[in-house]
């Protein structure tokens, strides 16, 4: 008899293995929306709790805070995308101005490369160089890269429209039954509440915690761009600071998406010492905040070391790309969280132990 009971719970163990497997198959394109909506969830649910408390609808306060999450995080980055539009259009005119004196595009950017090279010529010695060949053949790789992101530009639009609505279909599931979900995978643990919500408390507050910490690297970053820019006289110096913000959100590229092709242009438009004065500015400041703040706003927050929250943010973008901002110090949190936890129930098991043997 008991053999049998064995038989049955391992089948029952080995069947819900395959059948966690086989849902992770079928969830796993849509991770990435999803693990968001919990982010936004977890940032926006003291304002639902607010509306869920006037409102007294589990529908109608969801909805709500739905929509206003939808306000606070895209209508703005729509109405920055256009202004960046409308700016990189006003740009793309200038140069097509100039170019257009020149000769065409090729003989604007060789002339401005030859400049360039003349400059630095004067201080640093430079092994002879074919600029006009250089130049053509990087024309034409950026007309052939300019032609490859034109093509996927349009399914990466409907990519990005899909992944909103399902973020935001989740995020309205979630703060209307949130509460009830966390309660039902909390009987399915064998874990006392105390534990649960002690590992709830570490996922939330390392969530909201990444979520301050990319604000601020945000703020410093976007505010020392929009320094730079004005003290060299460039135009829109807080549309540009509110771009490298944005963009500070981003792993790998983060804010030198935004300074490094304008220090380019400087260089290749003539204003050598202006573009030389950007790049190091964004090198040497605006790039190392987000190595010292976000660690430093995080370690606060969540009791861990900022060696670890470093490690884990680098680590988390590696693996998971840019929600790896997210995941990374959550796992770092909860295995932190576990380990306490381990090690409570080995000294209460050896206070036992030596009560009982006295």
């Not at 002879?128 to 990466?156: C, P, W």
């Not at 945000?218 to 060299?232: D, E, R």
């Not at 981003?250 to 242009?265: F, N, T």
Request: charged share 10%.
């Amino acid at each position: 008899m008991t053999q049998d009971v064995n038989r049955s719970k391992l089948f029952l163990f080995v069947l819900t293995a395959i059948a966690l497997a086989l849902c992770y198959l079928v969830f796993r394109p849509y991770a990435g929306p999803v693990f968001l909506s919990v982010v936004i969830a977890v940032v926006f649910y003291p304002l639902h709790i607010y509306f869920r408390r006037r409102l007294r609808r589990p529908n109608s306060s969801a909805l709500l805070s739905t929509l206003i999450a939808l306000l606070v995080t895209v209508v703005p980055l729509v109405l920055l995308g256009l202004a960046i539009s409308n700016e990189l259009s006003n740009v793309y005119q200038s140069l097509t101005a100039k170019s257009a004196e020149e000769g065409g595009i090729s003989a604007y950017l060789f002339h401005s490369v030859q400049r360039m090279i003349a400059w630095i010529g004067r201080y640093f010695p430079l092994p002879a160089l074919d600029i006009r060949a250089i130049v053509m053949r990087r024309v034409e790789e950026l007309s052939t890269s300019l032609v490859r992101f034109g093509a996927g530009l349009v399914g990466n639009v409907f990519s990005f429209v899909a992944n909103a609505v399902i973020a935001f279909l989740v995020l309205f599931f979630l703060f209307r039954d949130g509460e009830a979900a966390l309660a039902y995978l909390a009987s399915l643990l064998p874990l006392s509440r105390e534990r649960f919500a002690a590992l709830q408390h570490r996922i939330s507050s390392t969530l909201v915690a990444n979520f301050y910490g990319g604000v601020a690297v945000g703020a410093v970053q976007g505010s020392l761009t929009a320094l730079a820019f004005w003290a060299l006289g460039l135009g829109s110096p807080i549309l540009w600071g509110l771009v490298t913000a944005i963009f500070s959100f981003l792993p790998v590229v983060g804010s030198a998406a935004v300074w490094v092709p304008a220090g380019v242009a400087l260089l290749f438009t003539g204003h050598v010492v202006k573009g030389i004065v950007l790049l190091a500015w964004g090198a040497g400041v605006v790039g190392l905040a987000d190595n010292v703040v976000r660690p430093w706003i995080i370690s606060g927050r969540t009791s861990l070391h900022p060696v670890f929250v470093f490690l884990s943010l680098l680590g988390g973008v590696q693996a998971f790309g840019l929600l790896g901002l997210f995941i990374g110090p959550v796992i770092i949190s909860v295995t932190a969280a576990l380990l306490e936890m381990l090690q409570e129930d080995y000294e209460s098991k050896e206070s036992q132990g030596s009560s009982v043997a006295h």
